[in-house]
């Protein structure tokens, strides 16, 4: 064998986890050390294996990062988001990584840059702006930067009348910062030991970081702070909020030290969300609605009253709202499709807004104003690219605000969607969203199965022009929304956390035999995807079912589940507990033992693998897709690849700018071609060609 791909070989050191009187032998614990200079070295040699096994295929990645970016317009525009005197907006240019953030006067006239995250980025090899807010008077724009991928921010202050930074820096915090009642103050939260968000705090511009006041402190260790202001830009709202609980409590911005006050006292399984106009709070709720309802209440009445202002209806699951001064505009999804509703707060008179395609995903744009007789939605579809509409509140009328260039001879007509049914070993009817070309030959093809199913978190129907180099060369990609999403209500969810995971594992198996049955595919040609939550998904499948599937991309995947819940020392460890339960619980712990990817590796023949870790991920550690693929390769039979590469500059988002996410696709997609020998050549249309 060439040297140059022979896989490392990861030392064994003895290790063993003792736990409800059971052993579990790990003897690649010590991969979690990142201070043992051996574990860089480790990841090192690794990422060059992994090089090295790509190498032949460097020129079918590149070619596919060329078409990539030749779909896009570089140089590019975002809709302009009308906010007090200004239109708020982003630029891009050719070349540049990261979009301009500007703005300009609302009645017309010169741009004015605010940030330039291109030359702010410079000097980092991960560059992540995970935040901005404009003052209140509209001088000074506070921001939020995080330099290692680590979800770790600082925190500062321009003035943009000068352009100069205050000396004012918050580090160590969040991302999440919210202005006062004017340019003098700053809320924002700051991380504990477990990077958990728990204490907020008020910053007066000008003074030392240091003199910071304490406002709130959330001591439970499942819950986790956020701020936020009303619409209204009367109330300070704070929100403590586990995976099924919510607690919000408010204080008025008239009086920044005026008494925090409680909303509605958190009760176990019942989540929440506010919205305030005038003198009343709206409330989105599940309790005793379990796809929510929504109540009213008068906010100058220490113990609320709340009223049903639209009842709960068991076929219709309220994802999302949003008011304003004359009325409530919802998003509620009925067997499985997002439907976009508007409501009167005068007389509740309703108005369902029709979309275009049959299958689309949807969400809220940016609507920072609480006067507007408008609404801004994003949508999309698998074959319809990304669209800003704004919806009259009164008429319904839909203007196109903003309409995605696909570039590269993009043609709408040459793909098309579907759904089909899968049926779980449950009896449970599973759906399952294709997307592929027309000029693809009829017989078997190559399919790219996605999955996440956690969290409550939908796998959307939304366009992506990156596909397009797959469904060009026949290759069909599919979308597994099994349980533990929200695709068809808050069941979904419900049906796919805690006791019943088994769930989500059952119903991707259920939909890759549907591929093959039906015969859109065979195992040779079926690759499967997913990452974080959705690596669990694809660890325990292939532990399942390895015969499936022809291959695997799992990107920084949730696979050693038993022994990170066993351990309140990292970070969000307690807050999981309401998504996988607590392996304390003898009970829990065999029950995440029976699909924990890691400690069910045996000796089978296993899929090829892509495994992507982030070294400063601090949702899951980069040390889980290395005990992964150190423990594979020492079990699997076979001579399959087991490919890890680490970026070991970033975190669990991986790469930070846009040409650089893409470079990271390419590379994934090489590897999709590699594995089922997809022809690269195709006549393509130059760059910039329509």
Known sequence: MNQRLKAPVAQKRPHVHVKHGESRHDDYMWLRNVQDPKVLDHLRLENAHTEAWMEPYSGMKEQIYREMVARIK??????????????????????????????????????????????????????????????????????????????TYEVCVKDLTSGQLLPDRLSGVSANVVWGKDSGSLYYTELDAQHRPYRLLVHSMGEDHSCDRLVFHEKDEAFFLTVDKTKDEKLITIHSESHSTTEVSFFALADENSA??????????????????????????????????????????????WAEWLPHRKEVYIEEM????????????????????????????????????????????????????????????????????????????????????????????????????????????????????????????????????????????????VRISLLDRGVMVALAHVRGGSELGRHWYQDGKLENKHHSFSDFISCAELLIDDGYTDASQLIISGGSAGGLLMGTVVNKRPDLFRAVIMHVPFVDVLTTMLDETL????????????????????????????????????????????????????????????????????????????????????????????????????????????????????????
Request: glycine share 6%; with cysteine.
């Open 74 to 151: 570089e140089d590019d525009t975002s809709a302009e988001i009308p906010f007090g005197p200004y239109r708020y907006f982003t630029r891009t240019i050719g070349g540049q990584q990261y979009a301009i953030h500007c703005r300009r006067p609302r009645a017309g006239g010169e741009e004015e840059v605010l940030l330039d995250p291109n030359e702010m980025a410079k000097s980092h090899a991960h560059f992540d702006l995970g935040s901005i807010a404009v003052s209140p008077e509209h001088g000074f724009l506070a921001y939020a930067v995080d330099v290692k991928g680590d979800e």
């Open 260 to 305: 925090v006050q409680l909303i509605r006292k958190r009760e176990a399984n019942v989540e929440y969300d506010v919205w305030h106009h005038g003198g009343r709070w709206f409330m989105a709720t599940n309790y005793e609605a379990n796809n929510f309802r929504i109540l009213v209440a008068d906010t100058d009445k220490v113990d609320q009253t």
């Open 322 to 465: 949003t008011l304003f001064q004359t009325h409530l505009v919802s998003l509620e999804r009925v067997a499985g499709i997002t439907q976009l509703w508007i409501r009167d707060l005068s007389s509740k008179a309703a108005r369902q807004i029709q979309l275009p395609d049959p299958v689309y995903s949807l969400d809220f744009a940016s609507n920072p104003e609480f006067e507007s007789k408008s609404v801004r939605i994003h949508y999309s579809s698998p074959v319809t690219p990304d669209r800003i509409y704004e919806v009259d509140l009164r008429t319904g009328d839909m203007t196109i605000v903003k309409q995605k260039q696909v570039l590269a001879g993009f043609d709408a007509s040459k793909y098309a969607c579907k759904r089909l049914f899968a049926r779980a070993e449950d009896g449970t009817s599973v759906p399952m969203t294709l997307i592929y070309s027309h000029q693809a030959k009829p017989s078997l093809r190559p399919v790219l199965l996605n999955g996440y199913g956690a969290y409550g978190i939908n796998l959307e129907v939304a366009f992506n022009s």
């Open 571 to 690: 970070p969000l460890t307690v807050i999981e507990y309401d998504e996988w339960g607590n392996p304390n619980d003898p009970t829990v712990y065999a029950r995440i033992r029976n699909y924990s990817p890691y400690d069910q590796i045996s000796a089978q023949r296993y899929p090829a693998m892509l495994v992507t870790a982030g070294l400063n991920d601090p949702r899951v550690g980069f040390w889980e897709p290395a005990k992964w693929v150190a423990r594979l390769r020492e079990q699997k039979t076979g001579q399959q690849p087991i490919l890890l590469k680490t970026n070991l500059d970033a975190g669990h988002a991986g790469a930070s700018g846009r040409y650089e996410y893409l470079k990271e696709i390419a590379f994934d997609y090489a590897f999709v071609f590699a594995m089922i020998g997809v022809e690269m050549t195709l006549d393509r249309p130059e760059k910039g060609e329509a």
